[in-house]
């Protein structure tokens, strides 16, 4: 649950929508209406999962300071060298 609930800029504080439960629920987050009726505005509050994913995302995105390349390479040849 987040520590400040949302609320609508016209309508005050939100409702929490009910869910169904499922994983790929709980891994999106949660969902907030507004409570009038004719107000259509609604908020995802992303659980945790979702933004981890998306900050490692994000990370692999960014151009590294040291390539996987380099990594990969480094690896093959520790497994490259003839046993005695
Ligand atoms: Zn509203």
Redesign the pocket.
Known sequence: MPDRLPA????GPMRLRPSGGTREQQYCGVWYD???NH?R?SVLIASPALLADLAQQAAAARPAHHPPREQSSSFTSAFGGTRS
């Open positions: 609508c800029t016209h309508h507004c409570r009038a107000c505005r």
